[in-house]
């Protein structure tokens, strides 16, 4: 299982147009969803707002060599390790789920395009990358979702009750389980179960692409940009139009660190 190409195997009975139409219709909802939402919340024009008024406080400005390498130090420290998340389980559950499903989306697209044409044959490291990554989802994304969930691990509430905003890790929970079914009953030779794990498969995904706009899904875009955003205000001065910090001992007790946060 873990060394084919599921996508080859589904491309004998569904034209390889099909499939690829099928991937750029998701693009397209992404870009679709995202814009609608940056569109309606207006989070992007109160983005851009706060960003003129910082930079209209801040102290010295930066040159452009200064805020490459703020940039980068950002990307590399900030957004590839969600540093925002602390040190913890949380990090690491994150961590796991979001290197899994770039992992997935990645071999997927690649899988996809280039080795799903009659003739073509699979190198063995796609299908292992593809496998690969939807476990590494699963393992991030059940955790998170079963222990790691404010609403589970502070309000106490049961990890089956499901709001509106669990939509997107759910969702990507559903593509990452269903493919990964898929792929065992495809490979197994079970056609009946093969196939009812594609449908949900396609649903899934349709489910998490489609619903950019109502769930999290774009904090994938927004989180980086504020990232940035934030480490450029600290080094220029402006900090976000916040004060600056007190210039005396921090005495302020334990403060959050007392207790875990249980507070039911
Ligand atoms: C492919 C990229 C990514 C994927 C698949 C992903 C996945 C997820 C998932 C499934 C959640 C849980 C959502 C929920 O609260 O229900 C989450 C939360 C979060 N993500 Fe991401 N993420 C990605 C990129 C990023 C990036 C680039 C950042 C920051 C730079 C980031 C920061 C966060 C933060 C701060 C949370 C809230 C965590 C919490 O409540 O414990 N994510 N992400």
Redesign the pocket.
């Known amino acids: 299982m873990m060394s084919i190409n599921p996508f080859s195997v589904l491309a004998e009975t569904i034209s390889p147009a099909a499939i690829q139409f099928f991937v750029l219709a998701m693009i397209a909802l992404i870009i679709i969803g995202t814009i609608v939402q940056m569109i309606h919340h207006k989070n992007v024009t109160y983005f851009f707002n706060n960003a003129k008024k910082a930079k209209l406080a801040a102290e010295r400005e930066l040159g452009a060599g200064e805020k490459t390498s703020i940039i980068l130090k950002t990307v590399a420290h900030?957004?590839a390790t969600?540093a925002?998340?602390g040190a913890g389980k949380?990090r690491v559950a994150?961590v796991m789920?979001?290197y899994g499903?770039?992992l997935f989306w990645v071999a997927s697209v690649v899988m996809v395009f280039c080795y799903t044409a009659q003739g073509t044959t699979t190198p063995t490291v796609w299908p292992i990358i593809w496998h690969v990554g939807a476990i590494m989802t699963c393992v991030g994304?059940y955790w998170?979702w079963l222990f790691?969930?404010?609403d589970v691990l502070a309000e106490a509430h049961p990890w089956y009750r499901i709001i509106k905003?669990?939509l997107?890790?759910l969702a990507?929970l559903a593509c990452a389980t269903t493919g990964l079914a898929w792929s065992y009953f495809q490979s197994s030779g079970s056609a009946g179960l093969g196939y009812l794990f594609l449908i949900l498969f396609i649903t899934s995904n349709i489910v998490l692409f489609g619903g950019v706009y109502w769930s999290?899904f774009a904090?994938?875009f927004y989180?980086?940009g504020a990232?940035i955003q934030k480490n450029l205000a600290e080094a220029d001065g402006s900090r976000d139009n916040l004060p600056p910090l007190a210039d005396a001992p921090k005495q302020f007790g334990l403060g959050i660190k007392r207790e875990q946060p249980k507070h039911y």
Do not use: C, N, Q, S
Request: hydrophobic share 50%; net charge positive; no cysteine.
């Open positions: 900030d957004i969600t925002e998340l949380r994150h789920g979001m499903t770039i994304g998170f790691l969930r404010v905003a669990d997107f890790v990507l999290k904090h994938m989180k980086p990232a």
